[in-house]
């Protein structure tokens, strides 16, 4: 993260992600070969002695003259955010997005382990009155009376984070083209490194 400073001179917050360029390597249609438009990509170079006999044709096939695959290969259909008019081989970066624009970002969120629940999900624990021994960030009641289980969904202590979030109505704050840079406005998901995947509105 770092942050910006916009007309006014005001500080704004915001994440630097690295997007593409990325490369279209297939163009499906709707009733040739499912039941939507799509559009399969990859981002960020790797072996193709790496890659599988499918992934090393798609890129074969679509650019014959590239000496690198692919580490990311993802599929974007039109059920989401309308494609662009882009054919195969082709390549996408960030001069589609314009500063103001309003994006859905997804990605995965950093794994924190096996945490309580006073972390996971903000409980505030025990009261520290007297009498009260070892019951600062416990629990408590788990079950209804009556009921000899404990009920579905009920949240306890287990593993955090690690899963996919999706944040709505993000800003891009700038687009730099030259070094293929997008800044978006706050915070997103995610460790350094993390594959992120922005969607247009």
Known sequence: MTQLFDESGKVVPGTVISAGPIYV????KTGKEGKYDSLVVGYNNRRLSNLNKPQRGLVKKALA????????IREFNNKT??????????????STFAEGDEVIVSSISKGKGFQGVVKRHGFKGGRRSHGQKHSEREPGSIGAGGKQRVFPGMRMAGRMGGERITIKNVVVARVDKE???????GAVPGRKGT???????
Do not use: W
């Open 65 to 72: 003259e590239r000496e690198q695959g692919f580490a990311f």
């Open 195 to 201: 594959l992120v995947e922005i969607i247009s509105k």
């Open 25 to 28: 390597l297939e163009a499906k």
């Open 179 to 185: 070094n293929n840079q997008l800044f978006i406005r």
């Open 81 to 94: 955010s309308a494609l662009p008019e882009t054919g195969v081989g082709e390549m996408i970066d960030v």
